[in-house]
């Protein structure tokens, strides 16, 4: 059995897993993990990742990099995403990430995004014989994957994220109804033209958004994987919330226990690029996995 740590960065946050591999490919995570440096602030803007940001990268993969060692990870896979796609300097950020850090780091394709994505969450839930969607709701990007068990049939990566569409449109909380109805708008045209005719038995749900409201759904003390991977998340919760959340100042977003720092002031733009997908899927519910694209790339890294 090898052991491998997997890190993604994202345009907001920053996962890493610890996972061991055993011979049929099955993964069983030691450790996980999570930083919120947002790399991505205003790159949507500007196509530039500034030195701020690359600071509180550097820090947090820094401190990723001892926990690998320190749980005697054999190999180090890192990624990134969306942010360091867009970024007019992403080959400088990446040099100075391996000469702070050690880790090399590959800036991944959407469409390798949502492999990996559809991967890993499908490593933590029981198959299922009719054909799935998974979403993966990012800050700069969302990626949907439709399969049958481990085949994929279609990938698909659209430049629209929590951070990139709170950049846009929500600069103070709660927005404006202007504001709010342009945002849908854009959304749903966006989503629209990208899924029409997909048509899934199942929609599978990763990344902070949905495991955030799941969190809140089920009032929890702390983050609990197994009380969060397999929930059925209703359409109609979901709806209540935004109604709730709309009408919420930032202050009264971070107060929420459940909304970990750096998430409070994107976590509205999230839910409106869920309902999007769920209403154009024509899906009354989202099954949540704490999964995705960082166990992916363990999978994808080590296949034979």
């Not at 990099?65 to 796609?85: P, V």
């Not at 049939?153 to 109804?177: A, C, K, N, Y």
Request: glycine share 8%; hydrophobic share 40%.
């Amino acid at each position: 059995m090898n052991r491998y740590a997997s890190i993604d960065i994202g345009t907001n946050t920053i996962l890493m897993v610890v996972a061991d591999v055993s011979e049929d490919g099955t993964l069983n995570p030691v450790y996980d993990g999570q930083q919120i440096p947002r790399m991505g602030k205003d790159v949507d803007a500007n196509r530039i990742i500034s030195d701020e940001s690359i600071g509180r990268v550097v820090e947090a993969l820094q401190m990723f990099r001892h926990k690998a060692r320190e749980l005697n990870a054999s190999t180090i896979f890192a990624c990134g995403t969306s942010a360091l796609r867009d970024a007019k300097n992403r080959d400088n950020v990446v040099q100075i990430i391996r000469e702070k850090t050690g880790i090399d780091v590959d800036i991944i394709s959407g469409v390798q995004e949502a492999e990996y994505t559809y991967l890993g969450a499908l490593s933590g839930l029981q198959p299922s014989s009719g054909y799935i969607g998974v979403l993966d709701i990012g800050g700069g990007s969302t990626e949907l994957v439709i399969g049958k068990n481990s085949t994929m049939v279609s990938r698909r990566s659209i430049d629209v994220g929590s951070v990139r569409l709170t950049e846009q449109f929500f600069p103070v909380l709660p927005p404006s109804e202007e504001n709010m109805q342009t945002a849908i708008e854009q959304i749903n045209k966006s989503v629209g033209n990208e899924i029409q005719n997909c048509r899934i038995e199942k929609l599978i749900g990763v990344a902070g958004t949905v495991t955030t409201l799941v969190a809140i759904v089920k009032n929890l003390d702390s983050f609990s994987p197994e009380l969060i991977d397999g929930y059925e998340l209703p359409r109609s919760k979901i709806d209540h919330l935004f109604s709730k959340y709309s009408e919420y100042t930032l202050e009264e977003m971070k107060a929420i226990p459940q909304i970990v720092p750096g998430r409070e002031d994107i976590l509205l733009a999230g839910i409106i690029i869920l309902k999007s997908h769920l209403s154009a899927l024509n899906q009354n519910s989202i099954t949540v996995s704490t999964r995705g694209l960082r166990y992916g790339q363990i999978l994808k890294k080590t296949a034979i």
